[in-house]
Every structure is written in structure tokens, then in C-alpha cells.
């Protein structure tokens, strides 16, 4: 196990139907002692994993969901083959009832295959499970996601949504790093992923500090907390985190959203048209288009464009739905040519 020190700043006394904008709002990880204690979910856990399934099993739709699956000698790692050329694990697709049933029978294996059932949205699959198992979001419609699976270990990545995990079966160690340690990650391919958003390549079970001597210097900025059925984590925006699912079987539910309207796009295309037309230019002309977004997104102040009649503004002008429609015409006519 890394030797991190520092521990992620807790909160207890939370309620599911009265999270604050001090929590919602919060810059840096918070952890949420006993937040969903009261999810009859979570009550049916901490009986037995035979109690859970049976309480699931009673919302399951009869559809079939995508699942992970890894041979023993992954050790739970979702990752990439040696090469980088493929991944680790195939995705299949099984009911609910059939995941439940390998489970059961790779708990009492040595060294058992790993079954990864990740972000399953819990509307679809799971109808009236929230009826009884849900957080209140003032001011947002989150988007809620399931995972299920045995143990495993997901890599490093970042989730542009701020998200609370909540841990309502088995446990589960997240460790945390701030944005701004992306360079010491050491981040894989970000167009060819495990389940869509960049990892490090960091094997944190056994770390090869020679390949990735940075790591280490993530290591001091590292946070970590391991969560209990009932516990919750908040994860801002851009925080990277690595999660491992620590006993034979575990259950999270998620809840995703932006503080920013959906219509202002996705910044991960915005990086990878950015790629595609500005990253090869000349240095001198990279240097020129870097001040150009700074003027333009970076370091916007209106100052900057005072000089121009508001009505002539354009997409200088705060941003409303409308306007971002104009320009998601503009660019689909551009790339079209």
C-alpha cells in the first residue's frame, strides 16, 4: 500500500435531504461520515451480501447490463494489455441475477476472475430503487450511476462533473490528487480509453518510480480515505482519483453533475480539436494562439472588449443557450467542409 499521510478532510453529521452549498461548492475532497447510514440498501448490506442482492434484485428491469470481466492474474486492475494495443479485461453482458450468481461463486475462489459492472445509470436499470435510496441536489438533476463488482482497482483518472460517491456495500479506498498533478500521473492515451476518460499508467499496488520517478511528487500532494458502507465522498470537478474495491462484493452509487449549464459543451473535445489545430504549429504561432485564449477564455474580463457596442459583441456577450446553439451550428458547418 502507498504511504500517503495525509487523510481527506471529513464531515460528519451530513443528512441525504440537506447538503449545503459548503459541501456542494467544496474546492477539495470531503468526506461524508454515515450519509447514507439510513438507505435501506445499505441496512440490507450490512447484514449480508445475500441481504443486498435480494434488496437490488427487487428494482432489476430484466435488462441486460455491460459488464467487465478479467482473468485472475489482473488482480482486479482495469487496465490496459502490455503494449498499450488493447485492454485487460472483455466486456460482456449479463442480468443482474447473473452477476450476482458469478459473484457469489468467485468469493469463494483463491484467486477468483474480476466482474466489473461500472456506471450504470439507476433510472434505467434500477426503476423506484431512489424511491427510498436518494440524495437531494438543491438546484440540479444529477445523473446517478451503479457500480458492482468484486475487488478491484481503477486507475487515476479525473471526471469533469463534480460526483458523491456513496458507498452503500463492501469498502472502498479512494486516493485523491489534486488537478494540478497531471504531470506527475504519468496519463495514458486520451482517445483510446478503458471506459472513456484518461488514466495514469501508474500501477499504484506496485509503483515503477524508475519509469515514473514523478510520481513520487504526486505522492506528496496525495490524499486518501477508505469508506465504510454509509460513507460518501465528494469529488470535486478535475480531482484525480483512484479507486479500489475492497471486498468480494461491493456496491457504489454515484451521483454526477456540472455547476455550469449543459450547453457550454464539453471541454475534452475543446482539447482535442485543440490538438488537432494548434498543437503542431510552429512555436512562434503556438505562442500567439496561447495568448489569444488567454485574452479570449483564460483571462476574459470585459475590459478586454469594452471597446466594442455591446450589440456587436457576438460570443464576446455572456453565454446563453442560444448562443451556444449558434455556435454548435457555426462549428458542425465548419468541420462539414
Known sequence: MLEISRHVREIDCCRPDSLGEDILLSNEP?????????WPIVCAALQSSAEAESYLLQFDSGQPLTAYRGEPEIEGRIFYNHDLSD????????PLPEVFDNLRQYSAEEQPPTLYVGSTMVDHWLPEFRRDND????????LVSIWIGNRSR??????????IACCVA??????????????????????????????SLVDFAN???????????????????????GDAILIPSMWWHHVESLDDMNILINYWWRNTPAYMGTP???LQHGIMGIRDLPAEQRAAWREIFDHYV????????????????????????????????????????
Do not use: C, M
Open 207 to 229: 509503483p515503477d518510480y524508475e519509469a515514473y520517478p514523478k510520481f513520487r511528487e504526486a505522492l506528496k500532494a496525495a490524499q486518501v480515505v477508505e469508506l465504510e458502507p
Open 298 to 337: 483564460f483571462d476574459a474580463r470585459e475590459e478586454h472588449y469594452q471597446h466594442i457596442p455591446e450589440q456587436a459583441r457576438g460570443v464576446l456577450n455572456p453565454l446563453d443557450e442560444a448562443t451556444a446553439k449558434q455556435i454548435q451550428q457555426l462549428l458542425l458547418s465548419k468541420f462539414r467542409r
Open 154 to 163: 481503477i486507475a487515476a483518472h479525473y471526471d469533469f462533473p463534480t460526483n
Open 268 to 270: 475534452v473535445n475543446v
Open 30 to 38: 470531503l468526506v461524508l461520515r454515515g450519509l447514507t447510514t439510513n
Open 170 to 199: 463492501g469498502r472502498r479506498r479512494f486516493t485523491l490528487f489534486p488537478p494540478e498533478q497531471l504531470e506527475n500521473l504519468y496519463v495514458g492515451p486520451i482517445d483510446f480509453t478503458p471506459a472513456g476518460q484518461s488514466i
Open 135 to 142: 440524495l437531494v441536489i438543491d438546484g440540479q438533476d444529477p
Open 87 to 94: 485492454f485487460n479485461f472483455d466486456r460482456i453482458r449479463l
